[in-house]
């Protein structure tokens, strides 16, 4: 059965404290791994799709990163609109369906 | 590109009635869709699968007479919740595939808070 876990469930930073998130997965024939970020009351927003092993992409201060069994995303110098829930959700095979793992609800401080 | 929106973005209704939420690519044309439900502090729970042209692929637990499902056109799905109760209460969030050139990738709408009195 497919597995997502992501952690720490809740993450508070001082601005400028640079630090990553982590997102466990065990899906038989990863086809993708996609990162989304959620503000309250509102739907996800795409950040990022990972394909392979080995494979980064960044986007302003986050970073993916993805191993055969995890997915980092990196935080380099938050700042306080970073806050937010951080969502991962690999898929497998020929599937289109998301299984989200819980989130990371990240706090940055001023 | 890859917008995606919702209508309305909040509803409160009576015990027992039907309420209807649209889902719309604005600017892409989705044969896919998906519907997903949110409680607080919770992740999104996949409801079920929206095809155009085509039956709804419910998640098990997922009772298909009560969350009704059309995709009628390539850029609207809608849900209807019917004879809502107060346990229905939600945030339902939609999402559509391949926005963007992104064949691979769901686009998601703001969101419709639902509140069953």
């Known amino acids: 059965e497919d597995q997502v876990t992501q952690s720490p469930e809740a993450l508070r930073l001082q601005e400028g404290e640079s630090s990553s998130l982590n997102c466990s997965y065990t899906v038989s024939g990863l086809r993708g791994l996609f990162w989304y970020r959620q503000d309250p009351g509102k739907g996800p927003e795409f950040l990022f799709t990972l394909y392979s092993a080995g494979e980064e992409k960044e986007k302003e201060r986050l970073k993916a990163t993805l191993t055969k069994k995890e997915s980092f995303l990196h935080i380099t110098a938050p700042k306080p609109e970073d806050s937010a829930t951080y969502l991962c959700a690999p898929v497998a095979g020929s599937a289109r369906q998301l299984t989200f793992g819980s989130g990371t609800q990240l706090t940055v401080l001023p | ?117």
């Open chain 2, 1 to 117: 590109g890859a917008v995606v929106s919702q209508h309305p973005s909040w509803v409160i209704c009576k015990s027992g009635t039907s309420v209807k939420i649209e889902c719309r690519s604005l600017d892409f044309q989705a044969t896919t869709m998906f519907w997903y439900r949110q409680f607080p502090k919770q992740s999104l729970m996949l409801m079920a699968t929206s095809n155009e042209g085509s039956k709804a692929t419910y998640e098990q637990g997922v009772e298909k007479d009560k969350f009704l499902i059309n995709h009628a056109s390539l850029t609207l799905s809608t849900l209807t919740v019917t004879s809502a109760h107060p346990e229905d209460s939600s945030f339902y969030i939609c999402s559509a595939l391949g926005g963007g050139g992104h064949t691979d990738t769901q686009y998601f709408g703001p969101g419709t808070r639902l509140t069953v009195l």
